[in-house]
């Protein structure tokens, strides 16, 4: 199987272009903290249903006349957008807020997506942002009692809880869905825990630890059950691995972003295989970072300096590749993670853009 009319273009500038971090966006008001605490709140009574809709202009890839396999579909940066255009206008907006100021996505990082909730490791304001996207609220955590987080990088859903690595306080960090914290372990294993995977057949946690250039596996109660990998070039070894996924059967993927590939392993660690190597032509990465899996198993790959996303097939093959330097729609800054949901929307994280962009995976059509 093979998509026609793939455009890589964009896959060959820009290579060395990476920006600054953002500076970090300003907290809510002291009066509405104080009610809270480190939880966050806004939309308390947003009107429900569907969230994006097809307006103008609709962008798709590859471009026609070719069978469209990727469509965008809207942009959310943050809680003013659960509002936009739904009940009568900014004035109806800001009665609802009062006078909270809203929640806005700084740089996120990561993103887990599972039934109504969207949840988004965002390292410019050392948060975990919760959103129901039926409900239409945005809750941003960033700590609890007095401990606040330090750098939020991953995120899972293990049912309605959401885990989050934190690579400054070394740990994996449970949530339940209203953001309250429940238990937190690996400090005495992990070095920098970033990216992380929930295998459900297994019901296992696989937690990349970006410090020793391994894996490691937990159960969601903290049990430590056992380590993947070693430092190195070879097949199963990593330099400066950051993102993984889970295809919903018998393999990850790990991007193992310094070596400039992607690895497949099995459930057991095993190395299956690799894609992608250090250059600019197509299917090849310069840094490659958020991992995942549709539907169809196809895999998508975002490159931060390429600034786009690539798509594998089962065999490794590129099927197609979409987005390119900029701040307009189907377009990116520094793109991190992404998450595919069960109904194949893609959610990528457009760090630099503080902003989280959204396509659907149209299937695999003749």
Not at 20 to 31: D, G, L, P, S
Not at 36 to 45: E, K, V, W
Not at 53 to 76: C, D, Y
Not at 286 to 308: I, M, S, T
Request: with cysteine; net charge positive.
């Amino acid at each position: 199987m093979s998509w026609r009319g793939t455009n890589l273009k964009q896959m060959r500038a820009g290579a060395s272009k990476i920006r600054a971090a953002t500076v970090r966006e300003r907290r809510t008001t002291r009066a509405f903290a104080a009610v809270l605490a480190a939880t966050l709140f806004t939309g308390c009574a947003q009107p429900k249903g569907e969230l994006f809709s097809q307006r103008g202009e609709t962008r798709v890839w590859p471009k026609p006349p070719e069978p469209a396999r990727i469509r965008f579909v809207g942009v959310l940066s943050g809680s003013d957008d659960l509002e936009a255009g739904k009940s009568g206008g900014e004035a109806f907006q800001a009665a609802l807020r009062g006078n909270r100021r809203p929640i806005k996505f700084s740089s996120p990082h990561s993103l887990a997506r599972k039934g109504p909730l969207l949840a988004v490791a965002d390292v410019g304001v050392a948060g975990v942002h919760i959103v129901n996207l039926v409900e239409r609220t945005h809750r941003l955590v960033t700590g609890w009692e007095d401990q606040r987080l330090g750098a939020p990088i991953g995120a899972c859903f293990v049912g309605s809880r959401i885990f989050v690595t934190d690579a400054k306080r070394r740990e994996v960090l449970e949530f339940d869905e209203a953001g309250d914290m429940r238990h937190r372990f690996g400090a005495d294993v992990l070095d920098r825990p970033v990216g992380l995977a929930y295998v459900a057949t297994r019901d296992q946690l696989y937690v990349v630890d970006g410090g020793t250039n391994d894996i490691v596996v937990f159960s969601p109660s903290g049990r430590l059950i056992r380590r993947i990998g070693r430092p190195g070039n070879d097949g199963g070894a990593f330099n400066r691995p950051t993102h993984i996924a889970w295809d919903g059967a018998e393999r990850i993927a790990v991007a193992d972003s310094a070596n400039f590939r992607v690895q497949l392993l099995d459930l057991d660690g095993n190395f299956v295989g690799a894609i992608g190597r250090k250059g600019d032509a197509a299917g090849d990465f310069a840094l490659p970072k958020g991992v995942a899996f549709d539907g169809d198993r196809h895999l998508y790959v975002v490159d931060a300096q390429f600034e786009n996303v690539q798509v594998f097939n089962q065999n490794g093959a590129l099927l197609i590749a979409f987005g390119q330097e900029g701040n307009t729609a189907g377009k990116f800054a520094l793109p991190a993670g992404l998450a595919i949901d069960e109904n194949n929307r893609i959610w990528v994280a457009d760090s630099a853009n503080h902003r989280i962009q959204v396509f659907d995976y149209l299937g695999n059509r003749s």
